[in-house]
């Protein structure tokens, strides 16, 4: 007897589904094997260290010494030395006094905003900020302002209002939050501007630097390092070890006392199984390699350049970068997606960004830069976007 539709709870999600593929914005799973032929412009592998021999072989000793997980949460028994070794490690690296390795990147934005503000707080946001770090603001429980894209005056602004005056004054507990470099479009935020702001108003400045780090600054210390506020005091870092470092986690930098306050008060620290140590053992052997080789950051940014350069001066319309990430505009959803589906059929893995995961709308294919990349793949990844790009 066919269930009466009436009674059906999850009737509501087929509606969704089909308002989705009528604008265009359906999206699927598609497996990949572990040799993919593929030429691979769509991940995050930065510097090229996901397949790096060292990199696997760590992941492969720490799974053997320690086991295929943690056993627990970091507060139980998910905290091995390794655990220890990668924060120290990762901490002096980037010029912070202390750093907690998560589970995730997502989880160390959402531990950074939600146990750094309350119902108290006052946390301001910029609009373009990556997902993670906008729920983390909306489990603050905090008043949240967005303010617009990239904009210090704007947040200048907002703490004006709140009673955050130069000179020691200060109105209730604030916490400005930002990308270092943006996802979407590949940009930097203006991020001595911002705490300069911070600075005179009292507030406190967290950053995700998870596309900055191993890309920008002095050997690919981050984009905080390079904006010259490494272990500045009212300065928190968050970063993922997915990208650069090629493994998986999250990780918090800065104070030592924000540090140990994470320890008692971020749930998704407290609550959560630590991380794997295969991915701590793979992300340890990823920053002692860069710092062994720092040349793979210069890399990454110079492929950057390379394809923006020669699809803007084939007509394509591209943000330059300035970091990794490489955001060239499509002129629809269905002609993002069937752009991509074409470059795959042509060889090339690309990104495709669509509503809602960019905040203007515009639809994008998105481009990674790797530093392992030769300049023969370069030309041949600019060669299949322009043979494959929509003619409107």
């Known amino acids: 007897m066919a269930e009466d539709r009436q009674d059906d709870p999850f009737e509501w999600i087929d509606a969704q589904r089909e308002r989705r593929a009528r604008a265009g914005l359906v999206r699927r799973l598609n497996p990949r094997p572990a040799d993919s032929p593929l030429?691979?412009?769509?991940?995050?592998?930065?510097l090229g260290l996901a397949r790096h021999p060292e990199v696997t072989a760590a992941a492969a000793e720490a799974a053997r010494r320690w086991g295929a997980g943690s056993t627990g949460s970091r507060l139980v028994t998910g905290t091995t030395e390794l655990h220890a070794a990668l924060e120290e490690e990762l901490a002096e690296f980037c010029g912070f006094e202390a750093a907690l390795v998560f589970s995730s990147g997502y989880a160390a934005n959402l531990a950074a905003v939600s146990a750094l503000s309350d119902r108290d707080a006052l946390v301001v946001s910029d609009a373009g900020n990556h997902a993670s770090l906008i729920d983390g603001c909306r489990l603050s429980?905090?008043?949240?302002?967005?303010?617009?894209?990239?904009?210090?005056?704007?947040?200048?602004?907002?703490?004006?209002?709140e009673g955050h005056e130069a000179g020691g004054g200060r109105g209730r507990r604030a916490l400005v939050v930002t990308d270092s470099v943006f996802s979407v479009d590949g940009d930097a935020a203006p991020l001595p501007a911002l705490a300069a702001a911070c600075r005179s108003h009292s507030a406190a400045l967290v950053v995700d630097d998870a596309h900055g780090l191993g890309v920008l600054g002095e050997g690919g210390r981050g984009a905080v390092h390079a904006a010259g506020l490494a272990g500045a005091p009212q300065v928190v870092v968050t970063a993922t070890l997915s990208k650069s470092l090629g493994s998986q986690g999250g990780a918090v930098l800065g104070p030592a006392r924000v540090i140990e306050h994470l320890v008692n008060a971020a749930r998704t620290f407290i609550f959560d199984t630590g991380l794997n140590p295969a991915a701590a053992g793979a992300a340890l052997a990823s920053l002692r390699l860069l710092a062994r080789e720092p040349q793979r950051a210069a890399r990454a940014r110079t492929v950057a350049t390379a394809l923006h350069g020669r699809l803007t001066a084939a007509g394509l319309s591209a943000v330059r970068p300035d970091a990794a990430v490489v955001s060239v505009r499509a002129p629809s959803p269905e002609q993002a997606v069937?752009?991509?589906?074409?470059?795959?059929?042509?060889?090339?893995?690309?990104?495709?960004?669509?509503?809602?995961?960019?905040?203007?709308?515009?639809?994008?294919?998105?481009?990674?830069?790797?530093?392992?990349?030769?300049?023969?793949?370069?030309?041949?990844?600019?060669?299949?976007?322009?043979?494959?790009?929509?003619?409107?």
């Open 338 to 392: 069937q752009w991509a589906a074409d470059c795959r059929a042509a060889g090339l893995l690309v990104g495709c960004f669509r509503p809602p995961s960019v905040p203007d709308g515009i639809s994008r294919l998105r481009l990674t830069a790797r530093a392992d990349l030769t300049d023969e793949q370069i030309e041949q990844a600019v060669g299949v976007i322009l043979e494959t790009a929509p003619t409107a």
């Open 141 to 161: 429980r905090a008043e949240v302002e967005v303010v617009p894209h990239a904009d210090p005056a704007a947040v200048r602004k907002v703490l004006d209002a």
């Open 39 to 46: 030429l691979d412009l769509a991940s995050n592998d930065y």
